[in-house]
Structures are given as C-alpha cells and as structure tokens.
C-alpha cells in the first residue's frame, strides 16, 4: 500500500476525492535543511522560487523554518506576506515589473530587485524617488551558458529573454551606480531549470567573479551574489547532482569571494514532496494502444503535454501475483478534446476501473500552472504531517468559474 508520510492515500482519496494534489510537510522541509546545512559554512539565504508551487502551507512551512523567498510578481510578495513570510527576505525577479510591482514592493521593504533590463533599471528609480526611497538591487546577468536543458526552460543563453548580457553587464553597473534612488547590492544569475551537473553552475559562477572583480576595480562594491536556482530532481531515471556535491563544487569559489549568498530552488525544494492522486475512469483498449481514461487531465498536470516531461505512475497498491512483464502497456489519458492530453505513455501497469493512481514528482509546477479548460474546476491540495493531514486548498466548483460572468445583454 503506498503512504505518503503515515498517511495511506487511498485513506486521502477517499476522504478528499479525486483528482487532488498531496504534499509531504516533513519531505520539504529536509531539503530546505540540505540546501542550508550544504552552506553553513557560509553566509547564504535560501530564497525558495514561489512559481514552483505558491499554495500558503508550503509557503508558511518554509517561513516559520527560516526561508527567504524569490518572487516574480505582485501576487507571489502578497501570499509571501499572507504565509508569514518577511518581505526583507525576499528578491524580486521577473522581466516584466509594472510600475505598480516596483512600489508595492518598495513599500513592503524588500530585500532587492534582480533587474533584467536597462529600462527596468530606469523605472525602478523613478518609482524609488517619487516614493523618497532608495531601491536595493542586482543585476541579473545572462551569462551565455547551456544549461544542457529543455528549451523552454533554459533561460542563460543569449538568445533567450532573461537578463543583461555579459558583456553589457559593467556598463549597466556604471550607469546604475549614477542613479540618485538606486542602492547596489548584489549580482544575479539563473541559468535554467532542471539542471543535473554542476558544471554549468560553476561556467556562471566563474563569469560572475569576473564582473564581481571588474566592478571592485570601478569602486563598486557588492554584497551578495545570486546564483538562481535551477537544480533538477529525479522524476523516472534522471540522476542530477546531490545538494551536497553541488555545494562542494562551488563553496571554495564562494567562500573566496566573501560575499552573502544567495540561492533560489523551487523543483528542488517541492517536486518530490508532492503526488497528484487520480482515478481511473474507463479503460479503453484497442487494436493499436490500450487507454486508461483518469479523472485527472492536462489541465490539472500539463507539464508532460507542455515539456513531454516523463513523471512515474504508480499504482496505490500493487497487485498480489502479476509480474510486471506480463502486464500490458498503458497511455494514462485525460478527458479534454485534445489528443496532446496525457499524463504518462507506455506504462506497464495492471489496471482495473477505479483503481487509484500517483503521478510523483507533482509538487512542482503542478497545480500552480493548472487551469480550468473545458470547464474543469481545478484539484483540491492536501498536506500531510506524521499522521495528520489537512485540506490547504478547497476544489473549485463549477459556479465558481463562470460566478464573474454575464450573458451578452445583461446590465446587472
């Protein structure tokens, strides 16, 4: 039977339904305590990427152990600050901040703004001087490094929207430093997601020392050094560095340079923590592949129709005698009017109507980037602590969907 901490899913299946989202609180907070223990050797702050997974449990969970948080939007700082989390410890990132973002922000006292562009960088002291305040940043430098990724994650080639150019970077620097609201603090890199060598890490770092000492040379002097997030997990057969060889290979470049560091995992920190709990529906084999029809859909989980990311299946129980040789091969499909709409292809699993599956790995960009197409009202999410459990967030109804809609024609 499968357990997630002390709690046996098909007990949470059946209390909260399906298709539902359950994260471990005890599996999340190990690897906030790996990534911190790695660089207790060092002044660092763990800023965990609120995109990866936003829900205030998992939030609160990672403020009340000590985390800092990266944002990239208005919405991401107001659920820090509904989570208990400290505004001072937040890093704001992101290639499109409003003039709205950059106030709201000011005005909550974050800890910096990682800046991607010569006109951000313009407006960010705009608002800072109508404000009376003077705004912390870094620049976040595009270091023209392949993460060896997939490309709609790989965000440090010069070719992709994130960033300044390397080679513009010490010119934006200067600029900055001409500023009347501007404070530098920092340097700030991100080279992509689901990274799992360290090599490609320290090609960034070793470039961002070289700025780090051309700016020294020009009198500008900084405080911290970001390095982004980006470390992958394993979902099926991936074998990505360890925190702790990671943090090996880097800590005698780091400890070098005597600067505060920063780091900002979200996968990392969230995406084995979490499964989404799905029931078969109807299995429907034929001639040329055998589907099984679950009530969980691309619209709860899209990242294998997005990425063709490839996440485990697992039954809640497995069978007493079938070998899994003799087991037929299943796509696990969902009900949208989309042939793109699966969750896993070619699992060998012995199926019947109703069983209960997992999806692992579901922790990170599952239920955040889930939508309501086909008028789907999105997952309910479950936490899980020991033996106890607690609903963090209900499933939508239907009417709740369309509550903010009217027929053409009505004025009320």
Same mark, same amino acid.
């Given at each position: 039977?499968?357990?997630?901490?002390?709690?046996?899913?098909?007990?949470?299946?059946?209390?909260?339904?399906?298709?539902?989202?359950?994260?471990?609180?005890?599996?999340?907070?190990?690897?906030?305590?790996?990534?911190?223990?790695?660089?207790?050797?060092?002044?660092?702050?763990?800023?965990?990427?609120?995109?990866?997974?936003?829900?205030?449990?998992?939030?609160?969970?990672?403020?009340?152990?000590?985390?800092?948080?990266?944002?990239?939007?208005?919405?991401?700082?107001?659920?820090?600050?509904?989570?208990?989390?400290?505004?001072?410890?937040?890093?704001?990132?992101?290639?499109?901040?409003?003039?709205?973002?950059?106030?709201?922000?000011?005005?909550?006292?974050?800890?910096?703004?990682?800046?991607?562009?010569?006109?951000?960088?313009?407006?960010?002291?705009?608002?800072?001087?109508?404000?009376?305040?003077?705004?912390?940043?870094?620049?976040?430098?595009?270091?023209?490094?392949?993460?060896?990724?997939?490309?709609?994650?790989?965000?440090?080639?010069?070719?992709?929207?994130?960033?300044?150019?390397?080679?513009?970077?010490?010119?934006?620097?200067?600029?900055?430093?001409?500023?009347?609201?501007?404070?530098?603090?920092?340097?700030?890199?991100?080279?992509?997601?689901?990274?799992?060598?360290?090599?490609?890490?320290?090609?960034?770092?070793?470039?961002?020392?070289?700025?780090?000492?051309?700016?020294?040379?020009?009198?500008?002097?900084?405080?911290?050094?970001?390095?982004?997030?980006?470390?992958?997990?394993?979902?099926?057969?991936?074998?990505?560095?360890?925190?702790?060889?990671?943090?090996?290979?880097?800590?005698?470049?780091?400890?070098?340079?005597?600067?505060?560091?920063?780091?900002?995992?979200?996968?990392?920190?969230?995406?084995?923590?979490?499964?989404?709990?799905?029931?078969?529906?109807?299995?429907?084999?034929? *001639?040329?592949?055998?589907?099984?029809?679950?009530?969980?859909?691309?619209?709860?989980?899209?990242?294998?129709?997005?990425?063709?990311?490839?996440?485990?299946?697992?039954?809640?129980?497995?069978?007493?005698?079938?070998?899994?040789?003799?087991?037929?091969?299943?796509?696990?499909?969902?009900?949208?009017?989309?042939?793109?709409?699966?969750?896993?292809? *070619?699992?060998?699993?012995?199926?019947?109507?109703?069983?209960?599956?997992?999806?692992?790995?579901?922790?990170?960009?599952?239920?955040?980037?889930?939508?309501?197409?086909?008028?789907?009202?999105?997952?309910?999410?479950?936490?899980?602590?020991?033996?106890?459990?607690?609903?963090?967030?209900?499933?939508?109804?239907?009417?709740?969907?369309?509550?903010?809609?009217?027929?053409?024609?009505?004025?009320?």
């Amino acid at each position: 039977m499968l357990y997630i901490e002390d709690v046996s899913v098909s007990e949470l299946a059946e209390q909260y339904a399906t298709p539902c989202y359950v994260y471990s609180k005890q599996a999340i907070l190990n690897v906030y305590q790996d990534y911190s223990d790695s660089f207790a050797t060092i002044d660092h702050q763990i800023c965990y990427a609120v995109k990866a997974n936003s829900n205030l449990a998992v939030l609160s969970v990672l403020a009340e152990a000590g985390a800092g948080f990266d944002i990239v939007s208005r919405g991401e700082l107001m659920r820090v600050l509904a989570a208990g989390g400290a505004a001072a410890k937040v890093v704001f990132s992101g290639v499109g901040k409003t003039r709205d973002d950059i106030e709201f922000a000011l005005n909550q006292g974050i800890n910096c703004f990682n800046v991607e562009s010569v006109n951000e960088l313009i407006l960010i002291n705009e608002v800072a001087e109508q404000l009376g305040k003077f705004a912390p940043i870094s620049l976040r430098v595009n270091p023209d490094v392949d993460a060896n990724t997939h490309p709609y994650i790989s965000t440090g080639l010069k070719d992709n929207k994130f960033g300044i150019a390397h080679d513009k970077a010490v010119a934006v620097y200067s600029q900055a430093a001409t500023m009347s609201h501007i404070d530098i603090v920092g340097i700030d890199c991100h080279i992509g997601s689901q990274l799992t060598e360290v090599e490609p890490f320290i090609a960034a770092l070793d470039k961002l020392i070289e700025l780090i000492h051309k700016l020294a040379e020009l009198g500008i002097e900084l405080a911290h050094v970001d390095l982004g997030g980006g470390l992958g997990v394993r979902y099926i057969d991936e074998s990505p560095v360890t925190i702790a060889d990671f943090a090996g290979a880097l800590l005698p470049k780091l400890t070098q340079l005597n600067l505060k560091v920063f780091f900002e995992p979200g996968r990392s920190m969230v995406a084995n923590a979490g499964i989404l709990l799905t029931r078969v529906d109807i299995l429907k084999p034929t *001639e040329h592949k055998n589907f099984a029809i679950v009530d969980a859909a691309m619209n709860d989980l899209i990242r294998p129709a997005l990425y063709q990311a490839e996440m485990a299946v697992i039954p809640s129980a497995l069978p007493d005698s079938v070998s899994v040789h003799d087991m037929p091969s299943w796509d696990i499909v969902g009900a949208i009017c989309e042939t793109g709409d699966f969750l896993a292809k *070619e699992r060998l699993l012995s199926l019947a109507a109703n069983d209960l599956l997992a999806i692992t790995g579901a922790g990170a960009y599952g239920m955040v980037m889930s939508s309501n197409y086909n008028t789907r009202p999105r997952a309910c999410e479950v936490m899980v602590a020991g033996t106890k459990h607690q609903l963090v967030r209900k499933r939508e109804t239907v009417e709740a969907l369309y509550a903010n809609e009217m027929p053409w024609g009505n004025k009320g």
